[in-house]
């Protein structure tokens, strides 16, 4: 694939109209009136607001996932889309009741234990009910555990690599996410397969509120192993405490892995005009992690491409090409979802056009991400300067956008999207109990619904459709 490029905006070009023509459907009247629209619109603030505090925490297999389906496929249905419940078998994973103390370092006064603040990694194993007690030691890097190997086995390993928020305060909050999260995905099975007892990693977050961060982690078959993430706080008292002699902890989780569950993916369509059989998917993800209401992850994006719909429907505008808007299940612990809907359209892969998942966050959008051909950036322009006045005009190519329920597609060639966005703060509250309605601000998020709504009318009006990465010449 070509190398990431970003495209330059050519304002003087755009704001003249002489520099590219409108693509038919895309005149600047109707992608202005669709950015106005969606700026104007309270209809995604209120149905976040009844998906977080109505249903709350929508964990795959859990009721409030249940519930979640029930409540965007009544909205969907209700603007008049065509809705669609897709079965997907998902796993049912709960939490049970986790807890630590530090109850042997040098120093300790007699009779006293340190309280240690952490959650359970999705699909850890568990301890024996009454926990585990265990030394415990600290590595700094997968380098560091692998020299200190003849240590590992029957002690409690803790992973402490900070998230690097200078990395995310200049823009590059996935990339600082992705250095850390490494040890949350492939920590545990790594330290299992030395004979660790447990797992710790250090929250993968930027602010230290002693707040701890879960997620997804990795288990290979017959590797399975109690796994959690501790604040940023107990992180660095450990590697104090370590520092100053042997210690060793109590550590107590209880989670269960329960049979499957029948579940779905919404998919709400919006039918196109002439062009009908092909699609542009819009979406977000519907499950969320159980410690929160998932605002942020991901119900600013679930919302957001709902109200692409709604502002379309106010409008009366319908499109060439078919918009279909699908609310993702199961993204967190599995992406049950995207591979059902993937599997479901491998053999008409063809007529999925373009595709748009929001998954990052609620922050003030800036732009696009996309793995559409270089040659085909320019056709964007018209776009760009109907997204210039509030600020989101930038058009960022990258080799793959990779957003999780958007990969399989994309590596059949089907050109994504994702809008760019200001993720400084993102990993604050990322995935922790603090992931609630209030850290969505209003305006950003109508901000979200311009792009998202924008891109899609623009992606379905396009006279001839983007480049595949697969095709010749791209």
Known sequence: ???????????????SGAAFAAAPGNDPAALARIRDSAMSS??????????????????????????????????MRQLGARVT??????????????????????????????????????????TPAAGITAPLIVVRSFDELRARAAEVK??????????????????????????????????????????????????????DFRIAHTGLTRMADGLSIPSAAVTTEDALLIGRLAARGPLAMHLT??????????SYNVIADWPGTDKADEVVVVSGHLDSWDLATGAN??????????????????????????????????????????????????????KQMAALESDHGSGRPQGLRTSAAARDLPLFAPLQAALLPIGASVL????????GDLSELEQAGVPSFAPLIDGASYFHYHHTA???????????????????????????????PLRRWTDPLK
């Open 85 to 126: 419940l897709q079965p997907v078998k998902v796993p049912h994973w709960v939490r049970g009741q986790e807890s630590a103390e530090l109850v042997e370092y040098r120093g300790r006064p007699a009779g006293l234990s340190q309280r240690i603040v952490l959650t359970t990694l999705g699909g850890s194993s568990a």
């Open 253 to 262: 989780l209880t989670p269960q892995s329960l049979p499957e569950v029948d």
């Open 297 to 350: 992850d991901d119900g600013a994006g679930v919302v957001s491409a709902m109200a692409v719909i709604n502002i379309l429907k106010q409008l009366d505008y319908h499109p060439r090409r078919t918009i279909r808007v699908i609310a993702w299940m199961n993204e967190e612990n599995g992406s049950r979802g995207a591979q059902a809907y993937f599997d479901a359209n491998r053999a008409q892969v063809g």
């Open 434 to 464: 603090a992931d609630t309605l209030d850290k969505v601000d209003p305006q950003d998020l109508r901000r979200h619904v311009a792009v998202m709504s924008a891109t899609a009318w623009f992606l379905a009006n396009l006279d001839q």
């Open 42 to 75: 309270d209809w995604a603030y209120a149905h976040l607001a009844d998906l977080t505090d109505l249903v709350g925490p929508r964990l795959s297999g859990s009721p409030g996932a249940a519930a979640a389906v029930t409540q965007v496929a009544a909205a």
């Open 1 to 15: 694939m070509p190398r990431p490029l970003l495209l330059p905006i050519l304002l003087a070009g755009m704001l």
């Open 396 to 403: 960022r190519r990258e080799d793959a956008v990779d957003s």
């Open 154 to 207: 029957g002690r409690i390993v803790l992973f402490d690599v900070a998230f690097n928020q200078q990395m995310a305060d200049a823009g590059l909050s996935g990339a600082a996410y992705q250095q850390s999260a490494q040890y949350r995905f492939n920590g545990p099975q790594r330290a299992a397969a030395m004979g660790a007892a447990a797992v710790l990693v250090r929250s993968v977050g930027g602010a």
